[in-house]
T-cell receptor, first 116, second 113 residues
Framework: GAVVSQHPSRVICKSGTSVKIECRSLDFQATTMFWYRQFPKQSLMLMATSNEGSKATYEQGVEKDKFLINHASLTLSTLTVTSAHPEDSSFYIC????????????FGPGTRLTVT | DAKTTQPTSMDCAEGRAANLPCNHSTISGNEYVYWYRQIHSQGPQYIIHGLKNNETNEMASLIITEDRKSSTLILPHATLRDTAVYYCIVRVAPGGGADGLTFGKGTHLIIQP
């Protein structure tokens, strides 16, 4: 159990376009989902916390108007990278926690974004 | 959350036990020790967590010292598929996973055939 999926797994887009990444909890309801970014040879960095039905909370230095997060249901959160630039090329990973359980988080497989 | 210190990399022979240390000397009484790992180009995977007692599951064992200032993750019979970066994370008492995780640099464990 506790499976999180992401779609797409890999995307290439042109500079200036927008890309949407979906994160789904397949067998549980997630009131909170998280978005991370990982640049090559670096560790994961938390970008934002997404709560179902409310606005996301962004970490310092993350532009909320550039990285739009929507958490419309208990099983789906989306991250839209708007007006993407080559420096946005990264590995984007979501995770979800199960409310009331022991605090471990379950991660999606990640989305590799390349902006040309 | 308390800071953790881990070796940058470790090697282990296939079939042997892999022992990964983590120092967390500033850990607070209500903070748990969590271990995750990330295989190359995949999302992190939860391994195990504990407060003060030793813990064991199907993946690994977690040994926490009595003063809780350090811990060791043990993979009892390492396989090539255990090659990954292992992260030790200390965080406050679980509250339904409501907080994002702070990842350090972790330990790159390389299992040698």
């Amino acid at each position: 159990g506790a499976v999180v999926s992401q779609h797409p797994s890999r995307v290439i887009c042109k500079s200036g376009t927008s890309v949407k990444i979906e994160c789904r909890s397949l067998d549980f309801q997630a009131t909170t989902m998280f978005w991370y970014r990982q640049f090559p040879k670096q560790s994961l960095m938390l970008m934002a916390t997404s709560n179902e039905g409310s606005k996301a909370t962004y970490e310092q230095g993350v532009e909320k108007d550039k990285f739009l997060i929507n958490h419309a249901s208990l099983t789906l959160s989306t991250l839209t990278v708007t007006s993407a630039h080559p420096e946005d090329s990264s590995f984007y990973i979501c995770s979800a926690g199960i409310a009331g359980v022991s605090g471990e988080q379950y991660f999606g497989p990640g989305t590799r974004l390349t902006v040309t | 959350d308390a800071k953790t210190t881990q070796p940058t990399s470790m090697d282990c022979a296939e079939g042997r036990a892999a022992n990964l240390p983590c120092n967390h000397s500033t850990i607070s009484g209500n903070e748990y020790v969590y271990w995750y790992r990330q295989i190359h180009s995949q999302g992190p995977q939860y391994i195990i967590h504990g407060l003060k007692n030793n813990e064991t599951n199907e993946m690994a064992s977690l040994i926490i010292t009595e003063d809780r200032k350090s811990s060791t993750l043990i993979l009892p019979h390492a396989t090539l598929r255990d090659t990954a970066v292992y992260y030790c994370i200390v965080r406050v008492a679980p509250g339904g996973g409501a907080d994002g995780l702070t990842f350090g640099k972790g330990t790159h464990l390389i299992i040698q055939p």
